[in-house]
Nanobody
């Protein structure tokens, strides 16, 4: 019933840009805290960015000024615009939806930054 479909990953060069999408069904994204997380090989999953129901955004320090999280309410989709990409951004990126009672995850999309 609830599904988050992550897409947009791929291979880009350092300094390049990429846009990730999270298409939601079964929930209304504007009613959840939406987030992007990432997990690199040998590392734990870590928070990248969130957007609240009120539209307030939050970023971890290492992506501030480079990544932008946003919602397209008409399309019920959450986006992560990534720029000035670095090799250390390489990871599987996961969309997440949370409220007081629910926690949903997308399947992940691979982002690889390499020359």
């Amino acid at each position: 019933q609830v599904q988050l479909v992550d897409s947009g990953g791929g291979l880009v060069q350092p300094g390049g840009s990429l846009r990730l999408s999270c298409a939601a069904t079964g929930i209304i994204v504007s009613r959840y805290i939406m987030g992007w997380y990432r997990q690199a090989p040998g590392k734990q999953r870590e928070l990248v960015a969130t957007i609240t129901t009120g539209g307030t955004t939050n970023y971890v320090d290492f992506v501030k000024g480079r990544f932008t999280i946003s919602r397209d309410n008409a399309k019920n989709t959450v986006l992560l615009q990534m720029s000035s990409l670095k090799p250390e951004d390489t990871a599987v990126y996961y969309c997440n939806a949370r409220n007081l009672f629910s926690n949903y995850w997308g399947q992940g999309t691979q982002v690889t930054i390499s020359s």
